[in-house]
T-cell receptor
Framework: TQLLEQSPQFLSIQEGENLTVYCNSS?????LQWYRQEPGEGPVLLVT?????EVKKLKRLTFQFGDARKDSSLHITAAQPGDTGLYLC??????????FGEGTQLTVNP | GAVVSQHPSRVICKSGTSVKIECRSL??????MFWYRQFPKQSLMLMAT?????????EQGVEKDKFLINHASLTLSTLTVTSAHPEDSSFYIC???????????????FGPGTRLTVL
């Protein structure tokens, strides 16, 4: 069974601070996705990483896939209140179901 | 990205009644859709994988007679919660793979979710 451990589970920071969320597993994934979910809505896909060592940037968000494709990180620079939400990592093998991490509830206070 | 809709967004029902939730892929055909359940401030829990034209695959511990899934077309999957009880109250979310873009990347596109409250 593939498991994804996400940390931290809760994070409350001030506007302008930087933060990093980690997603770790003992299993290798062919791809890994990061989603963001707001209360009462479905998750929205932010990025997919597929190559070991890959780094992708989405404005102030930087996503990295570990060299061994077992872990990933999400770094947010100068967080804003609009970044508040539940961040979920999810990985899977090609054509299979996704394994989700436990999620990181981020609150950015103005 | 691909668009997935869900209906209704909220439903309140009495204990013992059945509730049907629809999941539609609006701009693509989805041979595979997924149904998740989510409790407050928790991650998604996969309930079942819905395959067009065949029986759904249920996760361990999910009662298939309680949660009926029908994927009758390439754009529609339905989840029926039968004889609902208060413990079935939850946020139900569907997702679908877009074969035009997901490829081997395993990306899923989610609906907006349905909040079910059973009184």
């Amino acid at each position: 069974t593939q498991l994804l451990e996400q940390s931290p589970q809760f994070l409350s920071i001030q506007e302008g601070e930087n933060l990093t969320v980690y997603c770790n597993s003992s299993s290798v994934f062919s791809s890994l996705q990061w989603y963001r979910q707001e209360p009462g809505e479905g998750p929205v896909l932010l990025v997919t990483v597929v190559t070991g060592g890959e780094v992708k940037k989405l404005k102030r968000l930087t996503f990295q896939f570990g060299d061994a494709r077992k872990d990933s990180s999400l770094h947010i620079t100068a967080a804003q209140p609009g970044d508040t939400g539940l961040y979920l990592c999810a990985g899977g093998a090609s054509g299979s179901r996704l394994t989700f991490g436990e999620g990181t509830q981020l609150t950015v206070n103005p | 990205g691909a668009v997935v809709s869900q209906h209704p967004s909220r439903v309140i029902c009495k204990s013992g009644t059945s509730v049907k939730i629809e999941c539609r892929s609006l701009d693509f055909q989805a041979t595979t859709m997924f149904w998740y359940r989510q409790f407050p401030k928790q991650s998604l829990m996969l309930m079942a994988t819905s395959n067009e034209g065949s029986k759904a695959t249920y996760e361990q511990g999910v009662e298939k007679d309680k949660f009926l899934i029908n994927h009758a077309s390439l754009t529609l999957s339905t989840l029926t919660v039968t004889s609902a009880h208060p413990e079935d109250s939850s946020f139900y979310i569907c997702s679908a793979r877009d074969p035009r873009t997901s490829g081997d990347f395993n990306e899923q596109f989610f609906g907006p979710g349905t909040r079910l409250t059973v009184l």
